[in-house]
């Protein structure tokens, strides 16, 4: 894939993740929630324990200045975050040279896959996908909390704040699937198309249902529903290595690249 349609997946996550922080100002005046442009790509932080804090589509194809990362920095500072931004193998090497040079260290990675919309696999019979509406908002809350382990207060609280700002911010949104047999709720995802790039996102699957398919039919019905309406092209992020990568794998996506999070070290200092 080239950078073009590398820059037109980045402008997609970016202006989904816009939104949502728009809805999270909306809901709470008081939220840190903001965004700013920087490196040809953008700045995003929605609050801390809320999932994205970090510069994201940076330098593909145009080189960052390092008065504009002492911005990025002392901006991140001042909004409560350690400055950390996602690179990958399409970003420029003098780049990575810069950040090795202030002190960023590699932490997670997370491939970033992409397929066509044709071709689609069928819908599986033994699983029901249905849009959550606002009576059945606080079922996905326990849905996605339940399938990523939020136990404690405040991860519950922040998945829960996190899911009401999607579920205001996305198109078609958020989604449940359940079996067909009884009913019973075994996983839940979302759904955004941005300029018909769908974004396939929150998905996560009950602990006791793993490995029984609600995954991959929750993948198939949303690739349908994308099609539906119009995108070409449907895109998703897995922790790379993953039990999710390779489901992704099985259902026709391919890798387009890697992106890895590099945090300021602690020991570094303040942002010059």
């Given at each position: ?137 606080d079922v996905w809350c326990e849905a996605t909390a339940l399938g990523w382990g939020h136990e404690n207060p405040e991860r519950r609280a922040n998945s829960d ?30 759904l955004a198309i941005v300029d018909r790039v769908a974004l396939l996102g929150g998905m996560s ?68």
């Amino acid at each position: 894939m080239n950078r073009d349609e590398i820059r037109r997946i980045n402008r997609a996550v970016i202006s989904d993740l816009g939104l949502i922080a728009d809805a999270l100002r909306k809901e709470d005046a008081s939220s840190a929630a903001a965004t700013f442009e920087f490196g040809g790509g953008c700045a995003v932080f929605l609050g801390h324990g809320l999932f994205v804090n970090r510069a994201i589509g940076v330098d593909v194809g145009s080189p960052v200045a390092e008065a504009e990362l002492d911005d990025f920095e002392e901006r991140s500072v001042a909004l409560g975050h350690r400055p950390a931004i996602d690179v990958s193998e399409h970003t420029d090497p003098s780049f990575m040279g810069l950040l090795g040079s202030r002190g960023y260290e590699a932490t997670d990675s997370n491939t970033m896959l992409a397929r066509g919309l044709t071709g689609l696999p069928a819908l599986d019979p033994a699983f029901q996908i249905e849009v959550v509406n606002r009576d059945s908002l606080d079922v996905w809350c326990e849905a996605t909390a339940l399938g990523w382990g939020h136990e404690n207060p405040e991860r519950r609280a922040n998945s829960d704040r996190y899911a009401r700002a999607a579920f205001q911010a996305q198109d078609p949104g958020l989604l449940l699937a359940r079996r067909s047999s009884n009913g019973r709720v075994v996983g839940c995802g979302a759904l955004a198309i941005v300029d018909r790039v769908a974004l396939l996102g929150g998905m996560s699957v009950l602990p006791d249902e793993r490995g029984r398919g609600a995954q991959t039919a929750m993948i198939g019905y949303r690739l349908r529903v994308a099609a539906e309406q119009g995108a070409d092209l449907a895109v998703t992020g897995a922790g790379t290595g993953s039990q999710s990568e390779r489901n992704l794998r099985r259902a026709g996506f391919e890798p387009v690249f890697t992106s890895t999070t590099h945090v300021l070290r602690l020991d570094v200092g303040s942002p010059r």
